[in-house]
């Protein structure tokens, strides 16, 4: 009986050390299944992140691309408006309206100026309006009580858009309020002052 005893004591202790080895080892599978479910977790998190810049590059890369064809003419058009230039200033430099030759130059010029206009372009008259810096040049100023101070007077040469876009800012002559005091009366003032102010 005895035997029996310790067949039965040694079957315990047996049982007892495989359910700690069992328990043991299924912490540990637990351990191991929550690291990985946790590196998936962080694994899908990266993909969807990279998913995301992808789409977010080819969007980019799409725009840059739609914008590039937009403005693909742009070096025509900037060397076109010039020639626009010089036959307004032919025009405007004529003294017979009804010579052949300037209604020969008027005809180009208005072709070339639809020609472009339906390519974007927009030339910008900018004769009597305020001055803006975001969209005039001032090549000169202009004292003068008969037009309002800030208003464009003459215009050199006209601004350019392409779709929107300034290209060129218009050239201007800005006229200005005269100033209120003369240079003789800033001589009279210089002459009244005393040379040395701060001695005593």
Not at 79 to 100: G, I, S
Not at 148 to 167: A, F, M, N, T, Y
Not at 176 to 188: F, L
Request: glycine share 8%; net charge negative.
């Amino acid at each position: 009986m005895e035997l029996l005893a310790a067949i039965g004591w040694v079957l315990a202790m047996a049982g007892g050390g495989a359910a700690l080895w069992f328990y043991d080892r299924g912490r540990r599978v637990e351990a191991e299944l929550g690291q990985a479910r946790s590196r998936i977790t962080q694994l899908t998190d990266a993909s969807q992140k990279a998913i995301e810049d992808r789409d977010a590059t080819v969007q980019r890369v799409r725009r840059q691309a739609e914008a590039d064809k937009e403005f693909a003419h742009e070096p025509l058009v900037r060397a076109l408006v010039p020639v626009v230039d010089d036959l307004d200033r032919a025009l405007d430099a004529t003294t017979d309206a009804d010579h052949p030759i300037t209604a020969g130059v008027r005809i180009i010029r208005d072709q070339l100026t639809r020609a472009l206009g339906r390519h974007g372009v927009e030339l910008v008259d900018a004769r009597g309006q305020p001055f803006d810096p975001a969209q005039h040049q001032a090549v000169d100023l202009v004292e003068t009580t008969e037009h309002p101070d800030g208003q464009i007077v003459q215009q050199w040469s006209r601004g350019v858009r392409l779709k929107g876009r300034l290209l060129r800012a218009a050239q201007v002559v800005v006229a200005r309020a005269p100033s209120d005091i003369d240079e003789a009366e800033v001589d009279e003032t210089e002459e009244v002052l005393p040379k040395d102010l701060g001695e005593e």
